[in-house]
């Protein structure tokens, strides 16, 4: 449970669905009660007031159930203390840039007067790895989840905190307000959010549940892949693009930085080199773990994971194959990492350029140095 000081200053944002129907016998429903969620968000502290929703009659099923705005989880995931704003940046700092966990800790304070615990922030960062490793989508749990649900609606959303870096792309289903799956994609080209689409159609065959709906903030390639793939689904807008709107002033303060970045790619030759030093550079900078998975054996085994990766490549090259082995790069560190060579180049320049308001010395560039910071604990 976050502590808020008392003396925060919260700007209210008050939701409700949009659908005031029962689901069960179409009688408007009644708000019964309010969910108070307070947030950091870029642009400050929110309060999101959402008012929950049931139908009147008492001997109908849609009483005794209440309904959630639709558009809560669009700004904030529950129970967490920040909105996807800062989850997103947070995100993006550790996996995009590379950034440990004390100096991602000390920019949202300095920058942002976001104040949260090295524990919190550690939370956040595994949650945002689990959400693109989609690890905790185990069929059968889910499967046992969605047992008693009738039918399904499906909401994307693409998350920007910066121009020209990648956009989380978050694909959830409303009636148990359940992240599905999410990417970290570069490029917003039509085909590949048409992937993110289809994997959610596939999803729903494999629960062999209707999708009833679609809701999304209609960009084009939404619009045009939804239709495409889901024939006779409705598509609502979603209004509340509360995340996009409190991004803005970050995104034109960082447009002109991000501009110098594609002078500076560097020949393929060098790609290879540098995906191996993005990869070394992320293991050196964690500060994850704890009692029971230090973090100078985490550090230690995804190193050997380098080398062996490295190894595979040589002995490959000696074969007469030539062959970019990026999977064979270490899996838990990794994992985030943009996919394509273009971005990994571009987040690979960008590391070395980044956040030109932090101390030049708080980068972690000496390997030997941060050794030591890793078996500490
Ligand atoms: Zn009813």
Same mark, same amino acid.
């Given at each position: 449970m976050y502590l808020w000081p008392k003396d925060t200053s919260f700007r209210r944002l008050e939701l409700i669905t949009?659908?005031? +129907?029962? =689901?069960?016998? *179409?009688r408007f429903m009644h708000i019964c009660d309010h969910r108070h969620h307070p947030i950091h968000t870029l642009e400050g502290p929110v309060e999101i007031v959402s008012k929950l929703v049931h139908c009147? +009659?008492?001997?109908? !099923?849609?009483?005794s159930t209440t309904v959630s705005p639709e558009a809560e989880l669009q700004v904030a995931l529950p129970y %967490?203390? $920040?909105?996807w704003d800062v989850f997103a940046w947070i995100g993006q700092r550790r996996? *995009?840039?590379?950034?440990s966990i004390p100096e991602i800790c000390r920019e949202l304070q300095e920058r942002y007067q976001i104040h949260l615990s090295a524990d919190a922030i550690e939370e956040y960062v595994v949650r945002y790895e689990v959400m693109l490793a989609a690890? /905790? /989508?185990d069929p059968e749990r889910m499967a046992q989840e969605y047992r008693d649900v009738e039918s399904l609606i499906l909401s994307i959303d693409g998350l920007q905190p910066e121009k020209g870096h990648e956009t989380l792309y978050v694909v959830r289903e %409303?009636? %148990? !307000?359940? $992240?599905?799956f999410a990417q970290s994609l570069i490029s917003s080209a039509t085909e590949e959010l048409r992937l993110l689409v289809i994997q959610a159609r596939e999803w729903a065959k494999r629960l062999e549940k209707p999708v009833v709906g679609w809701i999304s903030d209609k960009q084009e390639a939404f619009v045009k892949t939804i239709a495409e793939e889901f024939p006779g689904i409705p598509h609502a807008y979603c209004k509340n693009h509360f995340l996009r709107d409190a991004a803005k002033p970050m995104l034109e303060e960082t447009a002109a930085s991000s501009k110098? +970045? $594609?002078?500076a790619a560097p020949d393929s030759a060098g790609e290879v080199v540098l995906d191996y030093c993005t990869a070394v550079r992320g293991i050196l900078n964690s500060d994850q773990g704890g009692y029971l998975s230090p973090p100078g054996l985490r550090m230690a085994e995804a190193l050997g994971e380098v080398r062996a990766s490295l190894q595979r490549n040589l002995e490959m090259e000696k074969g007469g194959l030539r062959t970019?082995?990026?999977? *064979? %790069?270490p899996g838990a560190s990794t !994992? *985030?990492? =943009?996919?394509?060579p273009r971005a990994k180049r571009r987040f690979a320049c960008r590391s070395r350029t980044?956040?030109?308001?932090?101390?030049?010395?708080? /980068?972690?560039?000496a390997p030997q140095k941060d050794a030591g910071r890793g078996s500490r604990s």
């Open positions: 949009e659908h005031r +129907d029962c =689901p069960t016998c *179409g009147p +009659d008492s001997a109908c !099923k849609g009483h %967490l203390a $920040v909105g996996f *995009g840039r590379h950034w690890r /905790q /989508q %409303l009636s %148990l !307000k359940r $992240v599905w110098a +970045d $594609v002078a970019r082995n990026s999977t *064979g %790069l !994992k *985030g990492l =943009p996919r394509s980044s956040a030109p308001s932090r101390p030049r010395s708080t /980068q972690k560039t």
